[in-house]
C-alpha cells in the first residue's frame, strides 16, 4: 500500500522552509528520501530506521515517528537547487522484502 | 556507492513489438529491482531480479509480460513483451549494495514511447 504524501506541491522563495510529510498504514522498518529533478533519476538523500531517529546533512533533515508510522522531511533555508519532486520510500515489516513502496510525490519548487 | 547503466536511454517501439532494456551495475550488489515511472507519478515496482532464478513480481506484473532475468550479481534485463501505447513510460532500474537499510541507487531510466 503506497504511503501517503502531503503536500503535493509547495512554492517557495529562497530561503524559506518547507516540511514534507509522509504517512504510512503499515508498521515500517525504514523511510527513505530520494529527490528527482525532471528528466533525471532519483537521487538517495536518508534512509531513517524504527527507532523514531532524525537525521540530517546540511540544511535538510527528517524524522521518523516509530508509534505513528509518519516522516517529516525538512528544508531550511531553501535554494534554488532544492527544486525537484520529493518521494518518500518506505519498506514495511510485513513484506519480507527489501524493495520500497513510493509516495506519490511533492513536487518543490523554489524561486529567486 | 554503485554506478548503474543502463540502454537503451530511450526508444520508439511499434505496437505488437518487444524491447529488452540492460542493466549493468559497476559492483556487486545483493538486490536489483525494476521500477516504472509514468511522467509526473510516482515509481510503480514491477519486480525484484533474482540472481540465478525467477523474478518476484508484484501485484499487477506478471512474467509472461515483463520477463526479467539476471544471470549474475551485476546485470539484468527487463523485456517488455507484445507492447501497446499503455506500456509508455520510463523504466528504471535500481540496486541496492547491502542487504537491507541501504540507499537505493537508479539507473538514469528508459524512456519507451510506444506507437
Known amino acids: 500500500q503506497q504511503p501517503v504524501q502531503s503536500p503535493q506541491a509547495v512554492i517557495l522563495r529562497e530561503g524559506e522552509d518547507a516540511v514534507i510529510n509522509c504517512s504510512s498504514s503499515?508498521?515500517?522498518?525504514?523511510v527513505h528520501w530520494y529527490r528527482q529533478k525532471h528528466g533525471e533519476a532519483p537521487v538517495f538523500l536518508m534512509i531513517?530506521?524504527?527507532?523514531?531517529e532524525q537525521k540530517g546533512h546540511e540544511k535538510i533533515s527528517a524524522s521518523f515517528n516509530e508509534k505513528k508510522q509518519q516522516s517529516s522531511l525538512y528544508l531550511t533555508a531553501s535554494q534554488l537547487s532544492y527544486s525537484g519532486t520529493y518521494f518518500c520510500?518506505?519498506?514495511?515489516?510485513?513484506?519480507?522484502?527489501?524493495?520500497?513502496?513510493f509516495g506519490s510525490g511533492t513536487r518543490l519548487q523554489v524561486q529567486p | 556507492s554503485a554506478v548503474i547503466s543502463q540502454k537503451p536511454s530511450r526508444d520508439i517501439c511499434q505496437r505488437g513489438t518487444s524491447l529488452t532494456i540492460q542493466c549493468q551495475v559497476d559492483?556487486?550488489?545483493?538486490?536489483m529491482f525494476w521500477y516504472r515511472q509514468q511522467p509526473g507519478q510516482s515509481l510503480t515496482l514491477i519486480a525484484t531480479?533474482?540472481?540465478?532464478?525467477?523474478?518476484?513480481?508484484e501485484s499487477g506484473f506478471v512474467i509472461d509480460k515483463f520477463p526479467i532475468s539476471r544471470p549474475n550479481l551485476t546485470f539484468s534485463t527487463l523485456t517488455v513483451s507484445n507492447m501497446s501505447p499503455e506500456d509508455s513510460s520510463i523504466y528504471l532500474c535500481?540496486?541496492?549494495?547491502?542487504?537491507?537499510?541501504?540507499?537505493?541507487?537508479f539507473g538514469s531510466g528508459t524512456q519507451l514511447s510506444v506507437l
Open positions: 535500481s540496486a541496492t549494495s547491502a542487504a537491507g537499510y541501504e540507499k537505493l541507487f
Open positions: 503499515k508498521a515500517l522498518y525504514s
Open positions: 531513517l530506521l524504527k527507532g523514531g
Open positions: 520510500g518506505t519498506e514495511a515489516m510485513d513484506t519480507g522484502r527489501r524493495a520500497l513502496t
Open positions: 559492483s556487486q550488489v545483493t538486490m
Open positions: 531480479a533474482n540472481q540465478g532464478s525467477e523474478a518476484t513480481y
